[in-house]
């Protein structure tokens, strides 16, 4: 367990500046996770913790020693990989056991280590199994048990989900997150994917152009983005974003909802709505549509709960609202959030 | 069923898989009949008959020309070098085509003028390559020798004495020369396929292996060698085939000599049954180079069947 911290990191791969200025201290025992869109330097920071890569630029930390001349095995980190790189030669015990023969340790205590992570990962019954004789759920344990058997200070991963179907997905990301409270390591954990980052990380990190975007607990970043970037690239479907003037006023489509239901809203302040679109999900109702009291014509969604009865078609305009303290302002030019505005609606100008 | 190739007019020949398969072999096969199927059966027919240069026709069936081919010394000592020749030859190449591909798969600078100066034995024709060789290892023009004079191995009172070295003139001598050529030869290629081994291993696995605190010898010897082992096996057995079949640096090199004590079975079978004219010892000579091959081919067929298993 340690503290990592990492100061004004860059990696270059020729022209392409894959991290770019990154500074970011994970704390003991943490959960934090590191997301963006696909090529946003994502890995490449991960692999410079880990020792696979050297950084062009600054430094990293572990436990308050500066590591970037230490190779990989120097440094008390394991890492899952995407593809989770088993040894597709070897059982799935002796992939385990791999870390702790490297080294040194006596053939009684790796396989007590070795079954008790297999116990752990409730892989016990595969142990004499090869990789390719195993489903991918199964795969990604045995990555997961071969990782924390040698007890690492820190621990990495690389979207070490992405490879399982949706519904396992939601399951091992339930294990994965409770088996890291129990031993309490320092995690970093890479996903492109915002439902797993909002879900998993105690904190999240949103990199783009291999730049931090925003650093802060899931709510933090959901409620208040630090710029367009961070508000679109979170929730699904994100932030609604409507230009007035030199600015730019966000919020989500659940904070956008039919008059009539917004009691518990302190300052509401009624939107016309143009619905061309109703999808139905079970749990929730989307409404795809436009804005137009808000400077121009935008399209916005807007996500009510299915609690709601209340009877909304398609081609018809209805008053919505939406609560003053939700809004969200940012600059037109450079998209970082700001102070809020003074706001001039047009009421039900065209309809 | 069948309604997409009946709409354009019904399934080509090409289409048809039988016919296409057909098609494919029907080279390889002919190849195979004519020029490597009936030469065998002639060689065969050849060993067990009396033909000569002088008389090609097969009058009799003997057993006559193997037990002669047995009971020759030369045959014997050609037999021993074939395996001796193949023998160290294949161990230096692969010991030595491993350790350049390490050293090559590694990310350094002027990497590839590197690569391009292993590869260079590949591309220059052998005849040219062993030449040099004979140039390098004349009695008296040797530069070899001169290196030696100029840095004292060699003089009055010195190392090696005082006369040049006669290195094809000694049979370890020549017979040490002749595998040094060939390994020389033959590195690249087997650098080649070691290289393209290494580089099929998935980077995470090498990543992993560096992850998981392995030195370099037990990451060597327990995860990259178990993974290339297949590409391996391949290389040293066409490495066998190639070298056990090989007469080119004999030839070129020391025709055997000094006195037939470099011969190979593949030169002595030439020099027998081609240039001397005795067909059917030649083929008989030939005969015995039969079984090796066809050890190494069922091995070779085990190897294939194995990677395509996985
Ligand atoms: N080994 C490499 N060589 C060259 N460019 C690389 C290499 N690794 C990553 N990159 C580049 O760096 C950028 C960031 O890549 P990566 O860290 O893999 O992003 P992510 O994991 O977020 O998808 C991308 O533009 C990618 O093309
Ligand atoms: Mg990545």
Redesign the pocket.
């Known amino acids: 367990m340690a503290v990592v911290e990492i100061r004004q990191l860059y990696?270059a791969?020729?022209e392409?500046n894959?991290?770019n200025d990154v500074n970011l201290t994970i704390q003991e025992g943490e959960f934090l996770v590191?997301l963006?869109?696909?090529?946003?330097?994502?890995?490449?920071?991960?692999?410079m913790i880990a020792g696979l890569?050297k950084p062009t630029g600054g430094e990293i930390r572990i436990g308050g020693v500066v590591v970037n001349e230490l190779p990989p095995r120097a440094r008390k980190i394991a890492m899952v990989f995407q593809s989770y790189a088993l040894y597709p030669h070897m059982t799935v015990y002796n992939n385990i056991a791999f870390p702790l023969r490297s080294v040194g340790m006596d053939r009684i205590n790796i396989q007590t280590r070795v079954e008790r992570a297999a116990k752990m990962f409730n892989i016990y019954h595969l142990l004499q199994r090869k990789p390719r004789q195993l489903s991918g759920g199964e795969r990604q344990r045995v990555a997961l048990a071969r990782a924390v058997v040698r007890e690492p200070d820190v621990f990495l991963l690389?979207?070490p989900l992405s490879n399982l179907d949706a519904k396992l997905r939601a399951l091992a990301r339930d294990e994965l997150k409770q088996f890291q409270r129990q031993i309490g390591v320092t995690t970093v954990y890479?996903t492109?994917d915002q439902v797993e980052a909002m879900g998993m990380g105690d904190r999240v990190v949103v990199?783009n152009y291999?730049r931090v975007q925003q650093i802060g607990t899931p709510q933090a970043l959901y409620r208040a983005p630090a710029n367009t970037f961070v508000a679109t690239f979170l929730g699904s479907p994100p932030m609604n974003l409507v230009e007035q003037d030199n600015c730019i006023i966000g919020f989500h489509p659940e904070h956008f909802l039919p008059k009539g239901i917004d009691q518990h809203m302190q300052s509401p302040i009624t939107i016309p709505f143009e619905v061309t679109r109703v999808e139905y999900l079970g749990s929730e109702r989307f409404l795809y549509g436009y804005v137009q009291g808000v400077g121009e014509r935008t399209r916005v969604v807007s996500n009510i709960p299915s609690l709601v009865q209340l009877a909304i078609e398609a081609g018809r305009t209805y008053d919505f609202v939406a609560d003053l303290h939700d809004l969200s302002y940012f600059d037109k030019m450079s998209g970082d959030r700001i102070a809020p505005v003074r706001l001039q609606i047009a009421q039900a100008a065209g309809v | 069923m069948g309604t997409v190739s009946e709409a354009r007019g019904g399934p080509k020949l090409l289409d048809r898989e039988g016919f296409l398969a057909v098609a494919m072999l029907m080279p390889a096969v002919l190849y195979i009949v004519f020029l490597v199927g009936i030469p065998f059966v002639m060689a065969v027919l050849f060993s067990f008959s009396d033909v000569s240069v002088g008389s090609p026709t097969i009058d009799r069936f003997t057993l006559e020309t193997f037990n002669d081919v047995i009971n020759d010394p030369v045959f014997r000592r050609s037999l021993q070098n074939s395996f001796v020749f193949t023998l160290f030859a294949q161990g230096l190449v692969l010991i030595l085509a491993t350790v350049l591909a390490i050293l090559l798969n590694r990310n350094f600078r002027g990497k590839w003028i590197v690569r391009l100066l292993i590869l260079l034995p590949w591309a220059t024709p052998i005849a040219i390559g062993a030449i040099n060789w004979l140039w390098l290892l004349d009695s008296v023009y040797s530069p070899l020798t001169w290196i030696l004079r100029e840095v004292g191995l060699i003089g009055a009172g010195a190392l090696l004495g005082p006369r040049n070295v006669i290195w094809l003139g000694q049979e370890t001598l020549a017979m040490a020369s002749i595998i040094a050529i060939h390994v020389w030869r033959m590195l690249p290629l087997s650098t080649v396929i070691i290289l393209a081994g290494l580089s099929s291993i998935p980077q995470d696995i090498q990543d992993a292996v560096q992850v998981d605190g392995a030195s370099f010898l037990r990451g060597w010897f327990q995860v990259t060698l178990p993974l290339i082992r297949p590409i391996l096996m391949v290389a040293m057995l066409f490495g066998i085939i190639f070298s056990f079949t090989d007469m080119t640096v004999v030839h070129v090199l020391t025709r055997g000599n000094p006195n037939n004590t470099t011969q190979v079975l593949a030169s002595w079978a030439f020099y027998t049954g081609i240039e001397g004219g005795s067909l059917a010892k030649g083929a008989a000579t030939a005969i015995f180079l039969m079984p090796v091959l066809l050890g190494v081919a069922i091995l070779m067929l085990r190897v294939a069947r194995r990677t395509e298993v996985r």
Do not use: I, N, Q, Y
């Open positions: 990696k791969f020729g392409v894959a991290v590191l963006g869109p696909s090529g946003s330097g994502k890995t490449s920071l991960l692999r890569e690389d979207e890479v492109h990199m291999g």
